[in-house]
């Protein structure tokens, strides 16, 4: 999150500032329908490259309602300064991702 978004949804920004190169394996970037937010869907064979953050609870609760009821507080496994940590991310229903090819994916078949 760019720290001036930030200071404009959760009122703060130091800790975008102080966060942490990390990288979220078994999971690639995707778009979802009809808007233009990603999220991410398991895949095995990606990686994203992202940041890990202390968050304080009361810019949680800001983000939270930021990201509204379209996503999920996943708990996610990172790798971070060479360690494996226990981390959240928001991700939305697989459902509403889209796929590389631009079509949503099947949640009852599981493929695109």
């Known amino acids: 999150m760019d720290p001036a978004v930030a200071r404009r949804v959760a009122g703060a920004d130091r800790f975008v500032r102080e966060a942490r190169p990390a990288l979220l394996p078994g999971w690639r970037r995707a778009m979802l329908r009809g ?54 991310a928001w991700i939305a229903a697989e459902a509403r991702a889209l796929t590389a090819r631009g079509s949503v994916r099947s949640r009852r078949a599981g493929r695109p």
Do not use: K, Q, S
Not at 45 to 53: D, N
Not at 57 to 79: C, D, N, S, T
């Open 35 to 88: 808007t233009p937010y990603p999220t991410l869907v398991r895949d095995p064979t990606a990686a994203v490259h992202g940041v890990l953050a202390e968050v304080p609870p009361a810019v949680l609760r800001r983000l939270h309602a930021y990201e509204g009821p379209l996503y999920r507080f996943v708990r996610v496994r990172v790798l971070c300064d060479g360690a494996m940590l226990a981390a959240r």
